[in-house]
């Protein structure tokens, strides 16, 4: 009346393992770096003490002391890492505990559940709710620590945009800049000619 089935094997994947003609199994496949993202990841079991010069996405779960720079990739600070240094990255995600600056070129983010105390200097931010931060912002794509960091204004790496700072909630709460921002100024030589009457 029931009838007892067998669980199923899965099937095997022609690029698991690759057999010889002699019959010798050979190892797996590896993909190859234009295939996967490269990343790094220093797990949570791991310290570190020194700079970190990374060419590649950067995860952090354990514990670092020292410099992280990353300028051309993205840099995730998972929940249960720590960070007692700076921090320079194109895109930054931090839902750990930092004490330092944290420079990013494009954006960054603030987790909930992070501990944030140093300077943040970003032309665009996102805090979450739940996310706690003591410190300074400075969101001028023109700004000093950017420049020397990255060595050309933001504004040269992409089109020039209002500094924006973004809540958990969606809306977007207005930033202050020092001076306002205006049209691109005529070159001399396409300035309208002044009447001389």
């Given at each position: 009346m029931f009838h007892k089935t067998k669980a199923r094997q899965p099937e095997a994947v022609a690029t698991d393992?690759?057999?010889?003609?002699?019959?010798?199994?050979?190892?797996?496949?590896?993909?190859?770096?234009?295939?996967?993202?490269?990343?790094?990841?220093?797990?949570?079991?791991?310290?570190?003490?020194?700079?970190?010069?990374?060419?590649?996405?950067?995860?952090?779960?354990?514990?670092?002391?020292?410099?992280i720079i990353c300028k051309q990739n993205t840099v995730t600070l998972g929940s249960g890492s720590c960070v007692n240094g700076d921090v320079y990255a194109h895109t930054l995600h931090v839902s750990g505990e930092v004490e330092g600056n944290l420079v990013a070129?494009?954006?960054?983010?603030?987790?909930?559940?992070?501990?944030?105390?140093?300077?943040?200097?970003?032309?665009?931010?996102?805090?979450?709710?739940?996310s706690t931060f003591q410190g300074s912002i400075d969101m001028d794509p023109e700004h000093e620590l950017l420049k020397s960091a990255f060595g050309e204004p933001a504004t040269n790496r992409r089109p020039r945009s209002t500094p924006s700072l973004e809540v958990s909630d969606g809306s977007a709460a207005e930033s202050v800049a020092d001076e306002p921002l205006s049209a691109p100024e005529l070159e001399d030589d396409a300035r309208p000619a002044e009447s001389s009457t």
């Open positions: 393992v690759v057999a010889s003609a002699s019959g010798h199994s050979l190892p797996p496949r590896q993909e190859t770096s234009a295939t996967r993202p490269s990343v790094s990841i220093i797990g949570s079991h791991t310290r570190v003490q020194g700079d970190i010069d990374a060419d590649e996405d950067l995860t952090v779960a354990g514990y670092v002391q020292g410099t070129s494009h954006r960054a983010t603030i987790h909930k559940g992070a501990n944030v105390r140093g300077m943040i200097v970003t032309p665009c931010l996102m805090l979450e709710d739940g």
